[in-house]
């Protein structure tokens, strides 16, 4: 599977923005689809899951209650609604996915090519 992560930009604190993640392949109903970021100088973190049928969903403590991750199997796209943004949510989101959720990095074979956000204070 092939995965394109766009939606990114800058916008101030407190705003929103909505990321996507496009799948190419018929069988991407099939896999788990993970969000995670990496800021300049630092390791990349795991931020949301979303299992195959959208029935589980997994959240980074730092990010629980102001996003959410959701999923349309028919379009082949998997979203993270972000609201509440804060300057330290700036970093480049990168999607991923695997044919299990999970919340560790190493778990997910298929990456995307990252989206900048960008949180002005």
């Known amino acids: 599977v092939q995965l394109q992560a766009s939606g990114g930009g800058l916008v101030q604190a407190g705003g929103s923005l909505r990321l996507s993640c496009a799948a190419s392949?018929?069988?991407?109903?099939?896999?788990?689809v993970g969000w995670f970021r990496q800021a300049p100088g630092k390791e990349r973190e795991f931020v949301a899951a979303?299992?195959?049928?959208?029935?589980?969903?997994y959240y980074a403590d730092s990010v629980k209650g102001r996003f959410t991750i959701s999923r349309d199997n028919a379009k082949n796209t998997v979203y993270l609604q972000m609201n509440s943004l804060k300057p330290e949510d700036t970093a480049v989101y990168y999607c991923?996915?695997?044919?299990?959720?999970?919340?560790?990095?190493?778990?997910?074979?298929?990456w995307g090519q990252g989206t900048q956000v960008t949180v002005s204070s």
């Open positions: 979303i299992s195959w049928s959208g029935g589980s969903t």
């Open positions: 392949g018929r069988t991407f109903s099939s896999y788990a």
């Open positions: 991923a996915a695997d044919f299990t959720i999970a919340t560790i990095r190493a778990e997910y074979d298929y």
